[in-house]
């Protein structure tokens, strides 16, 4: 899966191209990861506004009914947007080469894929509700309307698999701040809609997922826009003509399929523990849930610098630029660590500050000690959380996605869920659990420190 695999073919030069190949290591991955963060932020502001306009104007059944398919719905995201980073990653090598027949090709393929996955999975959402909403073990009092919900938010499926693969394209060119523009246009087109659907005519749950359905069809339409006049290669990516190439189909699954996975590896891991948690009572809960919003900051910088490394790390690696690659790894992931200790700083010491906005005060005098305690229990390992991602998309820019899926499903997943059957039995306390994630950052942060500094010494050594 090397660009370098083409080296004897015909090559048509990108000119005048600007990529993160040249310039200030940090000012680069800084300034692309901003817009990630912002992204990332949006999406979950929009989500607390959705979930607020549903509740308010239709009522507690309509919210349960939109929650019950919640957790569903993340995963087939989450693997969508693993399938489009492992094609961004293809992608990214081509244009830090210059190559510009390899990055049409790999462009037209990546969308003709994201065409087929997205049609799957809408066939596959409308067909199958009913069954997988039993199986989740949904409420009889909600089910028909959960399935209303589910169904018709599956018609748009296909578009969001297409946006999350034309959005990573735009990434593995080097820009984040256009994904952001329109991620920005159609959630305000989402919220709109869900006061028209849901406020004004009165259609409930249905008009919820269908004022979803129109914004992400509004974002695949702008995000195509963007791409036909991308001016590095002077419009010469016809996303209207897509085009499947057998060999950049190969080499994005092989890519792709394993960053899917692990991307749904996290939400599959963290039901389990939640699992867990919900035995331990309702305080326990309930400060729980106060410390997972006041981490979200460190979620969001952790999250977003993953892809910012993984199009810096591909985009070099094509380019043949080997030394910054490897400080770029080191730079990225000390931004990283820097910005969210910062955040652990503030919500060691601020936590007993911040924790009753969330609550009503006559909760506070019991919940507030809980929170403070477990998050100042948290805080000082958030840090190798930000290792382990940021090098986690470092490695898989070096196209070895296999590794890091495998390395995530040992030390978070596996280590999370065996500790759950294993050792919480022995102790049934919130503290135990805590501990388990905080075993389990620091084993994916050392791991994840290792499997850099080997895979990367495997592939620069070949690339020279």
């Not at 991955?29 to 992204?39: D, E, K, M, T």
């Not at 900051?297 to 490394?309: C, H, K, N, Q, R």
């Not at 490695?395 to 070895?400: D, T, V």
Request: glycine share 8%; hydrophobic share 50%; proline share 3%.
């Amino acid at each position: 899966m090397r660009v370098a695999a083409y080296e004897k073919r015909e090559r048509v030069k990108l000119k005048s191209i600007s990529t993160m190949t040249e310039g200030t290591i940090w000012r680069q991955i800084f300034l692309f990861s901003i817009p990630l963060i912002l992204g990332n932020l949006l999406q979950q502001m929009y989500n607390t506004v959705d979930s607020i306009i549903v509740g308010n104007f239709v009522g507690s059944n309509a919210l349960a009914a939109v929650g019950s398919s919640t957790s569903l719905i993340c995963l087939l995201i989450a693997f969508s947007m693993g399938a489009s980073a492992g094609a961004g990653v293809i992608v990214s090598q081509f244009y830090g080469a210059g190559d510009e027949n390899g990055v049409q090709r790999s462009a037209h393929t990546a969308l003709m894929l994201a065409l087929i996955l997205g049609i799957v999975l809408t066939i596959a959402g409308i067909v199958f509700s009913p069954a997988i909403l039993r199986w989740m073990r949904t409420p009889e009092e909600v089910m028909n309307q959960s399935v209303l919900y589910l169904r018709i938010y599956s018609y748009g499926l296909v578009f969001n698999v297409i946006y999350n693969m034309a959005a990573g394209i735009l990434r593995a060119f080097g820009d984040s701040k256009r994904p952001l523009y329109v991620l920005l246009v159609s959630s305000c087109i989402n919220i709109l809609g869900d006061l028209l659907l849901v406020g004004v005519l009165h259609l409930g749950v249905g008009g919820a997922a269908a004022a979803t359905v129109a914004a992400q069809i509004v974002s695949v339409i702008l995000t195509f826009l963007f791409l036909a006049r991308e001016e590095h290669l002077r419009g010469k990516v016809h996303v209207w003509h897509l085009h499947f190439g057998r060999e950049h189909m190969v080499m994005m699954i092989r890519t792709g399929f394993p960053l899917a996975l692990q991307s749904m590896l996290f939400p599959v891991a963290n039901s389990i523990v939640q699992a867990s948690v919900n035995t331990m009572g309702t305080d326990s809960i309930a400060a729980w849930s106060i410390c997972d919003k006041l981490s979200m900051l460190i979620w969001l910088l952790a999250d977003s610098m993953g892809p910012a490394m993984t199009t810096y790390v591909a985009q070099n690696l094509g380019a043949e630029q080997t030394e910054r690659v490897k400080k770029g790894a080191v730079i990225g992931t000390g931004i990283s660590v820097c910005a969210v200790g910062a955040v652990s700083l503030f919500l060691f010491f601020c936590s007993g500050w911040v924790g009753p906005w969330f609550i009503d005060k006559k909760d506070a005098e019991l919940l507030i000690p809980l929170v403070v305690k477990y998050m100042q229990m948290m805080a000082p390992f958030y840090l190798f959380y930000a290792i382990a991602e940021a090098l986690s998309g470092a490695s898989c820019g070096l196209g070895e996605t296999v590794a890091p899926m495998i390395t995530t499903l040992l030390s978070i997943c596996l280590l999370r869920v065996c500790s759950i059957w294993v050792i919480l039995p022995k102790f049934e306390t919130m503290e135990c659990i805590i501990w388990i994630y905080i075993a389990s950052w620091i084993v994916a942060g050392l791991s994840f420190i290792g499997l850099f500094w080997y895979k990367s010494r495997r592939k620069l050594q070949k690339n020279r």
